[in-house]
């Protein structure tokens, strides 16, 4: 969620017409600009490549927020892929760093596949863990918070493992 609100916001003041895929309009309209167009939509394949319709650019930027959601990111990514070569759009998937290993390579061959294909051209952004407002992550929420508490920090697993953190804001840039 924090990644769509904040690339929505960001093409609003851009001045860029939008039109955001939601799967509760009403809670979207409490966050989202007024100007944004809203689709509200049911995770299907149909819903979803319908909905990409007349687009330039698709930004598929599906955040699972579970395990079980995970899968459900593939599937949502070649949806999004269908409507760009249906639509000749561009499309922009995102692919989290927090999709288990399978996952990721389904999704990111897909893509690269349908670019290569010529058949409508994808880029796909690839996300260490990223940080910020309204972001939630198991890894750094506690750490963040334990900081700004003036109390010590807990880090799981290894402190000498490399980790690569990005902060949310920079991820829409």
């Not at 100007?35 to 930027?61: H, P």
Request: glycine content about 6%; proline content about 3%.
């Amino acid at each position: 969620m924090p990644l769509g609100v904040l690339l929505t916001r960001r093409l609003v003041s851009e001045g860029k017409a939008v039109r955001a895929l939601v799967l509760n309009a009403e809670r979207a309209r409490s966050i989202l600009p007024e100007s944004v167009s809203m689709m509200e939509i049911d995770m299907t394949r149909a819903s979803i490549q319908d909905a990409c319709g007349g687009a330039s650019v698709i930004y598929d930027l599906y955040e699972p927020q579970s395990l079980k959601q995970q899968a459900v990111a593939v599937e949502t990514a070649s949806a999004v892929l269908v409507g760009g070569i249906q639509n000749r759009s561009k499309v922009v998937i995102v692919s989290h760093l927090f999709l288990t290993e399978n996952d990721n390579k389904a999704l990111e061959s897909e893509a690269m596949t349908t670019h290569r294909s010529k058949m409508t051209k994808v880029v796909v952004a690839r996300l260490p863990q990223v940080y910020g407002p309204e972001v939630k992550n198991a890894l750094l929420d506690n750490v963040f918070e334990e900081v700004l508490n003036g109390s010590k920090a807990h880090w799981m697993g290894s402190l000498d493992a490399s980790r690569s953190l990005l902060f949310m804001e920079d991820a829409v840039s």
